[in-house]
């Protein structure tokens, strides 16, 4: 059992409809959880982060956690075509601050 | 805003050369992270400097792989010999520790095909 899992995807969605995109972990330790947008080619860039329980709001994203159901999720409202890449979810925050990333969800808006 | 430099942003080499990567954090990072990502996958940590020392490097392939930050600040990652299984994006992040908030940024990352 990988320590992070996402569906690979494609996640399919129009534009102006809400993304939702999912990850589970194993390590019940694992205190932070950050999402990372990815384009083809390109280096991961930040969304946010995450470590308590509950919601996170930035602009047109919503990070959620769940820690009893070892679950993390991004919501993207109003989604764009621009929008259209691969996200990247880790869990971090261990003694050594390194982050273990999930295999990542490629999201598609359509126009 | 500061960013993390890196270079060379492509590199093709035939199997059994010498590559080395350049990574330089953003000012004031102590931390220093080399990640591999090959595709369809997520990064996988390489090694992991706290200023110079190394804190994490179980997952580098040290018979072939090694990496340094001399003074540090900036960085080298080098692969000696390379494998047509190295082929990858290689990845620089740095962080300036804050616990549980930790957040990393990564440079360009450097695309390497080995022939």
């Known amino acids: 059992q990988k320590e992070v899992e996402q569906n690979s995807g494609p996640l399919s969605v129009p534009e102006g409809a809400i993304a939702s995109l999912n990850c589970t972990y194993s390590?019940?330790?694992?205190?932070?959880f950050f999402w990372y947008r990815q384009y083809s080619g390109k280096s991961p860039e930040l969304i946010m982060f995450i470590y308590s329980n509950g919601d996170k709001e930035d602009g047109r994203f919503t990070a959620q956690l769940n820690k009893a159901s070892q679950y993390v999720s991004l919501l993207i409202r109003d989604s764009q075509p621009s929008d259209s890449a691969t996200y990247l979810c880790a869990r971090g925050g261990d003694s050594s601050y390194k982050l273990i990333f999930g295999s990542g969800t490629r999201l598609l808006v359509r126009p | 805003e500061a960013e993390v430099a890196q270079s060379p942003r492509y590199k093709i080499t035939e199997k059994s050369q010498a590559v080395a990567f350049w990574c330089d954090p953003i000012?004031?990072?102590?931390?220093l992270y080399w990640y591999r990502q090959i595709l369809g996958q997520g990064p996988e940590l390489l090694v992991q400097f706290q200023d110079e020392s190394v804190v994490d490097d179980s997952q580098l392939p040290k018979d072939r792989f090694s990496a340094e930050r001399l003074k540090g600040v900036d960085s080298t990652l080098k692969i000696q010999p390379a494998e047509l299984g190295d082929s990858a994006m290689y990845l620089c992040?740095?962080?300036?520790?804050?616990?549980?908030?930790?957040?990393?940024?990564f440079g360009p990352g450097t695309r390497l095909t080995v022939l």
């Open positions: 000012s004031g990072h102590a931390t």
């Open positions: 390590d019940r330790g694992s205190q932070s």
């Open positions: 992040a740095s962080s300036q520790p804050a616990g549980v908030t930790d957040t990393q940024y």
